[in-house]
């Protein structure tokens, strides 16, 4: 299994194999993988509908999405797709009601844990459509968007102009209407498609499906490669916490080396220890420099994209030095003073003070190289999920 491969190393410290194992599964690898797609828009713009007609039904048929005039839903309702493997649609309560105001939408409904979007809209485009599409935008997932209710459209456009009406011009109004909008929002190439959910073999529903299953393998990758910065989180983790369960070692060895009175000893230790402890870390974790060239041949990216995103300053011993004179260098310094005058009492607040300040240390360094490490693999993958956008 590929994800067992990623796991396995992003745990050994090798993320160009946990790369590696991503490029190489196939695209039919993937229909293993379920696809949620969630289907949301404003209220009343046929969101129930539209699912429905995906999955062949009509509304009061048999496990049907219920439909009506009034949006009383409160929660998402999920449906699987009959014909398409491992897809589920997921109906939304509607965007700006008083229930679901459009600022804390996303918050109420955990968009981030859907893969992918259909946005539903009827009439014109509106704000709530450009708010939902930078939101999925930020969330780095893709979407269709679907103009419904064309049958009422083109029938309203008949009955005002009969005598000047031309179907395919007044689609293609809309459809141009429909990219404007969603390209207004810095979406190139925007899939917009303009539909009657009562006639699902008329205007673009064909194309809507046809597009759904001939992408689906390339969405069901883009959602795996989503999902792929929570595992590798999990595992960080993991790792972390057996490396921290490690640092007491080194805290009580610079215990009993700064109860030596020797001015200086305590700390020329802690700094040498201390940056060799940080250099394997960027080591283990595999964020060195070395790993780092690696991986951004990999994934075909200056490697200066991925150090861009690191916030931990390096294992340089002008970096060590910086980081230990904030902090352990003072207290040690401190303690070698009292050293000098009071020999019984500084030996004390050494030995106290050198592990307390060295076990802290090395800690939050720790902590700053494995945040660097999710960084870097979210920047790697990111560059693989622009091969399926």
């Given at each position: 299994m590929a994800l067992d491969g990623f796991r396995a190393a992003v745990y050994h410290g090798n993320l160009t194999e946990a790369i590696s194992n991503v490029q190489g599964r196939t695209l039919e690898s993937f229909n293993s993988h379920t696809l949620s797609i969630a289907v949301t828009g404003e209220s009343g713009s046929g969101k129930s509908s539209l699912i429905n007609a995906m999955r062949g039904l009509r509304a009061g048929d048999e496990g049907a999405a219920g439909t009506g005039v009034l949006d009383t839903m409160m929660d998402p309702m999920a449906y699987p797709d009959p014909v398409l493997p491992g897809v589920t649609f997921w109906d939304l309560p509607g965007v700006g009601t008083s229930y679901f105001p459009l600022n804390t939408y996303s918050e109420q409904l955990n968009l981030s844990r859907f893969e992918f979007f259909i946005i539903v809209g009827s009439q014109r485009f509106r704000s709530e459509h450009a708010r939902l599409i930078r939101e999925i935008r930020r969330m780095g997932k893709r979407f269709y968007f679907v103009r419904a209710k064309a049958d009422m459209d083109l029938d309203a456009s008949r009955r005002q102009r009969p005598s000047s009406y031309d179907e395919e011009r007044i689609l293609e109004q809309i459809r141009g209407d429909c990219r404007s909008g969603v390209a207004a929002e810095g979406v190139d190439h925007p899939q917009v498609f303009v539909v009657s959910s009562w006639e699902p073999n008329r205007y673009d529903f064909p194309v809507l499906r046809q597009t759904l299953h001939s992408e689906l393998p390339s969405l069901k990758r883009h959602a795996f490669l989503l999902s792929l910065p929570a595992v590798a989180s999990s595992i960080i983790n993991q790792k972390r916490a057996a490396l921290k369960g490690e640092i007491w070692k080194t805290a009580l060895f610079s215990c009993l080396?700064?109860?030596?009175?020797?001015?200086?000893?305590?700390?020329?230790?802690?700094?040498?220890?201390?940056?060799?402890?940080?250099?394997?870390?960027?080591?283990?974790?595999?964020?060195?420099?070395?790993?780092?060239?690696?991986?951004?041949?990999q994934v075909g990216k200056p490697v200066g994209e991925l150090t861009a995103v690191m916030t931990s300053l390096g294992t340089t011993p002008m970096t060590a030095l910086k980081l230990l004179s904030d902090s352990v260098g003072a207290a040690v310094m401190v303690a070698e003073y009292l050293w000098k005058r009071l020999p019984v009492f500084g030996a004390m607040v050494s030995g106290g003070l050198a592990p307390v300040t060295t076990y802290f240390m090395l800690r939050k360094c720790l902590a700053s190289v494995a945040d660097d490490t999710q960084r870097v693999l979210s920047k790697a993958l990111e560059a693989e999920r622009e091969n399926t956008m």
């Open positions: 080396l700064a109860a030596i009175p020797v001015p200086g000893l305590a700390f020329l230790y802690t700094f040498f220890v201390f940056r060799k402890r940080l250099f394997q870390y960027y080591i283990i974790f595999g964020v060195d420099d070395r790993s780092l060239s690696a991986l951004a041949r």
